[in-house]
Antibody, heavy 123, light 108 residues
């Protein structure tokens, strides 16, 4: 059974750096064409893709947030870490990690997702 | 970035109805279009990938179609458990991926 679980602080102060960890099970971070992605969702709003990292260590970031984001993985620990610097109240959201899958035809999608973790940015 | 526009933003329907949700991309994305369902307080789950491929375990009343810039998600014979929010997502450009704003499906 494939599962992902997000962990990190519930509350972050403005200007601080957020560090979130996604711990996966049921698959390896070194599996071919498999990756982990981070997505966030402010309460009642749309999904916003943040970053991903795939098995060959290729990384990609949101255009609007790329200067603040860093994604990395530790396959031996089955963990993917996302850091976001200079947090602001507008970054308050539920943060999800998900497995990125790709088939033989290059189609890719996110499945499954973790349960999400709510991060509040407030002084 | 590729912009994804869903319509309608919300709709009401009866159990048993057939409903269609539309997603339009701001540029050509071939068939790199996925659909997700999200229930309140839960993570999204994939329904359709590659525009029309049904994810394993998803009921056959869900179907997807389209290519290029225009796509649809159809639910034939709405069930009570289908009332949720639906998002489309393009995976043609991975730098960055983008989602639609969501369509909230409510019971009438």
């Amino acid at each position: 059974q494939v599962t992902l679980k997000e962990s990190g602080p519930v509350l972050v102060r403005p200007t601080e750096t957020l560090t979130l960890t996604c711990t996966v099970s049921g698959f390896s971070l070194n599996d071919a064409r498999v990756g982990v992605t981070w997505i966030r969702q402010p309460r009642g709003k749309a999904l916003e893709w943040l970053a991903h990292i795939i098995s060959n260590d290729e990384k990609s970031y949101s255009t609007s947030l790329q200067d603040r984001l860093t994604i990395s993985k530790d396959a031996s620990k089955s963990q993917v870490v996302l850091t976001m610097t200079n947090m602001d109240p507008v970054d308050t959201a539920t943060y999800f990690c998900a497995r990125r899958l790709e088939n033989d035809y290059g189609k890719n999608w996110f499945d499954p997702w973790g349960q999400g973790t709510l991060v509040t940015v407030s002084s | 970035d590729i912009q994804m526009t869903q319509s309608p933003s919300s709709l009401s329907a009866f159990v048993g109805d057939r409903v269609t949700i539309t997603c339009r991309a701001s540029q050509y994305i071939s068939r790199y279009l996925n659909w997700y369902q999200q229930k309140p307080g839960k993570a999204p789950k994939v329904l359709i990938y590659g525009a029309s491929s049904l994810q394993s375990g998803v009921p056959s009343r869900f179907s997807g179609s389209g290519s290029g810039t225009d796509f649809t998600l159809t639910i034939s014979g709405l069930q009570p458990e289908d009332f949720a929010t639906y998002f489309c997502q393009q995976s043609y450009s991975t730098r960055p991926y983008t989602f639609g704003q969501g369509t909230k499906l409510e019971i009438k």
